[in-house]
């Protein structure tokens, strides 16, 4: 089974930074996309930022250009650097693995973290 435990959520205020972690653990051979959605109260998961295996990043248009994704193939951990932090980013950030093969699994799987808070506030 594979395990997906996020951290560094907190409170900040508006311009602040903070920077969410994510490290997959279990019999894991490899993982070919990681990525960070969000929900906030009322509305949809949706994506944050998304990184491959290759190191090619994608990010959703709120985020570009203060979200900073990067991700260590060998510790199967992924960073979020979240810079000029909005009230609007408030929300439970996610952390995602996809196309996932264990060492034993014939299918790939995707997996969720249990999601970590992030409010931005003054």
């Known amino acids: 089974q594979v395990q997906l435990v996020e951290s560094g959520g907190g409170l900040v205020q508006p311009g602040g930074s903070l920077r969410l972690s994510c490290a997959a653990s279990?019999?894991?051979?490899?993982?070919?996309?990681m990525g960070w959605y969000r929900q906030a109260p009322g509305k949809e998961r949706e994506l944050v930022a998304v990184?491959?295996?290759?190191?090619?990043?994608n990010y959703a248009d709120s985020v570009k250009g203060r979200f900073t994704m990067s991700r260590d193939n060998a510790k199967n951990t992924v960073l979020l650097q979240m810079n000029s932090l909005k009230p609007e980013d408030t929300a439970v950030y996610y952390c995602?693995?996809?196309?996932?093969?264990?060492?034993?699994?014939?299918?790939?799987?995707?997996?969720w973290g249990q999601g970590t808070q992030v409010t931005v506030s003054s």
């Open positions: 995602n693995a996809a196309r996932v093969f264990t060492a034993t699994s014939v299918r790939s799987a995707e997996y």
């Open positions: 279990g019999n894991i051979f490899s993982i070919n996309t």
């Open positions: 990184i491959t295996s290759g190191g090619s990043t």
